[in-house]
C-alpha cells in the first residue's frame, strides 16, 4: 500500500459527460501527479501541483483541469468525455517539488466511457 | 524535446535466468534515470533510480547501469523469480524539465 488513495476506483459514463477523479496523497507529500495509462499503453503524464500551485503541465488537454486544495487532496476534472478518454487514471505524491525523487502511486481509476 | 525509447516491448525469461531491459534517452542535459515496476491491477513501484553522476547502482538483485556518452541506461535483473512478472517503465528527466519523461514499456515474463 502506497498510502495514496484514488476514488473511485472505476467509472462508466457517457460520450459528453464530465467527471471528477478525486486523489488524497500520502501524509506529509506535497506534490500531486496526475498521469493518464490507455490500454497497453505507457505513462503520459498530465499535470503537477506542489502546495496547491500548478507546477508542470504535460500533454493535457483543454476539456481537463486540476486543483489541488489546502488540505492537499487534488482532484481531476474532465469534461466533454470522448469515448479516447477511456483510461487509467493515476495520482501519484511525492515529498518534492522536483522530479528526481521517488512518486508514490495510487491504485487508480478505471473510466469507461461508452 | 526529450525523447526515451525502452526496448524490448516485451521479454519471456526462464525463471534463474537474468533479464535485461534497455533505454535511450535523446537530451544529453538529461541527470535522473528512474525505474518502476507495474503488477497487474496496481499502480507503478520504484524500484531502483540512478543519477547521472553514477554509473551504476546495485540493489539486491536488480543493478542499473548509465552510460552517458551513448545516452543509454539499462535495467539488470539477476535469478528472476515469478514476481518479477510485471511492466517495467524507464523514465529520465533533467532539471530544467519539470516532468519525467516514460519509456513506453516491457511487458517481463518469467517462465517457470
Known amino acids: 500500500d502506497s498510502g495514496v488513495t484514488q476514488t473511485p476506483k472505476h467509472l462508466i459514463t457517457a460520450t459528453g459527460q464530465r467527471v471528477t477523479l478525486r486523489c488524497s496523497p500520502r501524509s506529509g507529500d506535497l506534490s500531486v501527479y496526475w498521469y493518464q495509462q490507455s490500454l497497453d499503453q505507457g505513462l503520459q503524464f498530465l499535470i503537477q501541483?506542489?502546495?496547491?500551485?500548478?507546477?508542470a503541465k504535460g500533454n493535457i488537454l483543454e476539456r481537463f483541469s486540476a486543483q489541488q486544495f489546502p488540505d492537499l487532496h487534488s482532484e481531476l476534472n474532465l469534461s466533454s468525455l470522448e469515448l479516447g478518454d477511456s483510461a487509467l487514471y493515476f495520482c501519484?505524491?511525492?515529498?518534492?517539488?522536483?522530479?528526481?525523487?521517488?512518486?508514490?502511486f495510487g491504485p487508480g481509476t478505471r473510466l469507461t466511457v461508452t | 524535446g526529450e525523447n526515451v525509447e525502452q526496448h524490448p516491448s516485451t521479454l519471456s525469461v526462464q525463471e534463474g535466468d537474468s533479464a535485461v531491459i534497455k533505454c535511450t534517452y535523446s537530451d544529453s542535459a538529461s541527470n535522473y534515470f528512474p525505474w518502476y515496476k507495474q503488477e497487474l491491477g496496481k499502480g507503478p513501484q520504484l524500484i531502483i533510480d540512478?543519477?547521472?553522476n553514477v554509473g551504476e547502482k546495485k540493489d539486491q538483485r536488480i543493478a542499473v547501469t548509465l552510460n552517458k556518452t551513448a545516452k543509454h541506461f539499462s535495467l539488470h535483473i539477476t535469478e528472476t523469480q515469478p514476481e518479477d512478472s510485471a511492466v517495467y517503465f524507464c523514465?529520465?528527466?533533467?532539471?530544467?524539465?519539470?516532468?519525467?519523461?516514460w519509456g513506453a514499456g516491457t511487458k517481463l515474463i518469467i517462465k517457470p
Open positions: 501519484a505524491s511525492s515529498t518534492r517539488a522536483s522530479v528526481d525523487g521517488e512518486q508514490y
Open positions: 523514465a529520465a528527466s533533467m532539471d530544467s524539465n519539470y516532468q519525467l519523461i
Open positions: 540512478i543519477r547521472s
Open positions: 501541483y506542489y502546495n496547491g500551485e500548478e507546477r
